[in-house]
């Protein structure tokens, strides 16, 4: 997401700091502390400007939700946002400024019920696909993350991306337990939260492509 650089950010971050986990190695030893309440946590990496994540914090009221966003500009946005929803929702939100290749660092082996990726960058070019964030070193960094059974979403309008990253979860033995090349004709279209991109793309009449991935853990691994 490409933005133009933003006047006092370093200010306007630092307003919404409550909102903000800011030594996010501390999550390892101890996830629920940036909430002040042990409760399941679901994590969404790439969240843009945060739109998705306020509507997980509204709808999973007895989740915490770690969002992550490596743009400061982009995320401080995000922050601002949440800030000015504090009133509509429970405090169960909190964002990370930073890279995701950063995860297993951050975060202690089954932290997470659910992971959502949406609408991550395809990387088109030979070469640069294990940038994506459906590559098999970041699915196998899921596979640690979240507890067994837990489940990856994934909703992109880039049919290469999609079909490559089926082709991933399939090759990483994972057990694909819904997906559809038409979201918003599907039946979880009800329940579905519309991120800033996904109001843009199906605006402009293209499809949503999603999967939802369960990961088993394999025998001894992580128990
Ligand atoms: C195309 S935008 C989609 C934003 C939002 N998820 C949505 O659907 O509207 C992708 C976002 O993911 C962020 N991003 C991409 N790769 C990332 C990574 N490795 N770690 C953290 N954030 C990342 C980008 O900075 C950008 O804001």
């Given at each position: 997401?490409?933005?133009?650089?933003?006047?006092?950010?370093?200010?306007?971050?630092?307003?919404?700091?409550?909102?903000?986990?800011?030594?996010?190695?501390?999550?390892?030893?101890?996830?629920?502390?940036?909430?002040?309440?042990?409760?399941?946590?679901?994590?969404e990496?790439?969240?843009?400007?945060?739109?998705?994540?306020?509507?997980?914090?509204a709808?999973?009221?007895?989740?915490?939700?770690?969002?992550?966003?490596?743009?400061?500009?982009?995320?401080?946005?995000?922050?601002?946002?949440?800030?000015?929803?504090?009133?509509?929702?429970?405090?169960?939100l909190?964002?990370?400024?930073?890279?995701?290749?950063y995860?297993?660092?951050?975060?202690?082996?089954n932290?997470?019920?659910?992971?959502?990726?949406?609408?991550?960058?395809?990387?088109?070019?030979?070469?640069?696909?294990?940038?994506?964030?459906?590559?098999?070193?970041?699915?196998?960094?899921?596979?640690?993350?979240?507890?067994s059974?837990?489940e990856?979403?994934?909703?992109?309008?880039?049919?290469?991306?999609?079909?490559?990253?089926?082709?991933?979860f399939?090759?990483?033995?994972?057990?694909?337990?819904?997906?559809?090349?038409?979201?918003?004709?599907?039946?979880?279209?009800?329940?579905?939260?519309?991120?800033?991109?996904?109001?843009?793309?199906?605006?402009?009449?293209?499809?949503i492509?999603?999967?939802?991935?369960?990961?088993?853990?394999?025998?001894?691994?992580?128990?």
């Amino acid at each position: 997401m490409r933005m133009r650089k933003k006047k006092h950010s370093g200010e306007r971050i630092e307003a919404c700091a409550r909102f903000l986990i800011k030594e996010p190695l501390s999550c390892f030893e101890n996830l629920s502390a940036p909430f002040g309440v042990e409760r399941p946590t679901l994590l969404e990496i790439g969240c843009g400007k945060g739109d998705f994540a306020r509507q997980l914090s509204a709808k999973f009221t007895d989740h915490n939700i770690i969002a992550i966003e490596r743009v400061p500009d982009v995320a401080m946005t995000a922050l601002e946002k949440a800030a000015a929803s504090e009133n509509e929702r429970p405090d169960n939100l909190r964002f990370i400024i930073g890279h995701a290749q950063y995860l297993s660092d951050w975060f202690a082996p089954n932290s997470f019920e659910r992971i959502y990726v949406n609408f991550c960058d395809p990387w088109p070019k030979t070469g640069y696909h294990k940038r994506r964030l459906t590559a098999p070193t970041f699915l196998r960094v899921y596979r640690s993350l979240l507890v067994s059974g837990g489940e990856l979403h994934f909703k992109t309008d880039n049919q290469p991306l999609f079909d490559w990253s089926l082709e991933q979860f399939e090759a990483e033995g994972l057990e694909i337990v819904f997906v559809t090349r038409d979201l918003h004709s599907s039946e979880k279209a009800a329940e579905n939260l519309i991120t800033e991109y996904e109001h843009h793309f199906s605006s402009m009449g293209m499809n949503i492509y999603s999967a939802h991935v369960r990961f088993p853990k394999k025998d001894g691994e992580n128990e």
